[in-house]
């Protein structure tokens, strides 16, 4: 599905099903060099399980048009700006890595607009490497494979999102090109590693929000580790937020490597008030 945002054409995945604005609804957002796809087995259940899905294309990446985010406030406005466009009130939020500090800037922002926030391979700060950052500048593919390397901890998971025996790596590898290749005005990998690294708002944020939080982490999780995580919960916890946390044994990826139990996480958040 195509929306206007921003005078942008914008794409949703809506996971096979026509959106109905007057379902309950939930957003993904996905990470650096990524787009919707990361999220396909766990946006079509949910789709085909009472949920409106909008599986969204951040701006520049991919299928959506308009101006790629330079900074976590940029595209946490976006979020705002997508919810007017689709004639949503309320959703719930979850987001991965990148998309997980949206998410929370978008939750912090958008306060009663927002009934639950999924935080999957989060951190904060979310400090990036400096030769992570001047690589993905300067040899993006030095970068990837990087990146690639230390997100996983299985190259085949069974099953995976894709089918048992995927080759996960492979497969991040290759939309790690597309992602890259389908805006050719702007480096979108160096541009989301800097809003990663920038980002300083995440502890007030937190305490800001006004819906329960769920803190998805990978306990192999080499990118954002489970540990770089604690300061946000504990913030979250002192602010009086209803916080879950929930490790999954996997690297960064939780949503190919352990599509399932990262399915049932999410589904059983949902279910909560």
């Known amino acids: 599905m195509y929306l206007q945002v921003n005078g942008a054409n914008t ?6 099903k026509a959106f109905d604005a007057a379902q309950p609804t939930v957003v993904f957002i996905h990470g650096v060099l990524n787009d919707h796809s990361v999220w396909i087995l766990q946006s079509r259940y949910l789709a085909h399980h009472g949920w409106n ?9 991919c299928k959506s048009g308009g101006e790629a985010p330079a900074s976590v406030e940029a595209a946490a406005d976006f979020i705002g700006a997508l ?6 009130q309320r959703a719930a939020l979850i987001g991965h890595s990148w998309g997980s500090l949206i998410a929370l800037e978008a939750a912090a922002r958008l306060k ?17 490497s400096p030769a992570l950052i001047e690589a993905s500048l300067n040899e993006p593919m030095k970068a990837l494979t990087m990146v690639n390397v230390f997100s996983r901890s299985t190259l085949a998971a069974p099953p995976s999102a894709l089918g048992p025996g995927t080759w996960v790596y492979g497969a991040s590898m290759a939309l790690g090109r597309r992602v890259l290749a389908s805006n050719p005005k702007v480096n ?24 329960p ?3 998805l982490l990978g306990a192999q999780d080499q990118m954002t580790q489970p540990r770089a995580a604690q300061g946000l919960i504990q913030a979250a916890q002192a602010a009086g937020k209803t916080v879950r946390v929930e490790k999954l044994p996997v690297g960064h990826h939780q949503m190919t490597e352990t599509p399932d139990a990262t399915l049932f996480a999410i589904r059983d958040f949902l279910r909560s008030r």
């Open 213 to 215: 939080v769920l803190f």
């Open 83 to 88: 919810l007017d466009a689709a004639g949503v």
């Open 11 to 16: 794409y949703c995945y809506t996971g096979g």
């Open 53 to 61: 899905v909008l599986a969204v294309d951040l701006p520049g990446h």
């Open 112 to 128: 009663e607009r927002v009934s639950h926030l999924v935080l999957v391979g989060t951190a904060f700060p979310m400090k990036v």
């Open 188 to 211: 979108v990998f160096h541009r989301g590693f800097v809003a990663c690294d920038t980002y300083a708002n995440g502890e007030q944020a937190v305490a800001a929000i006004t819906c």
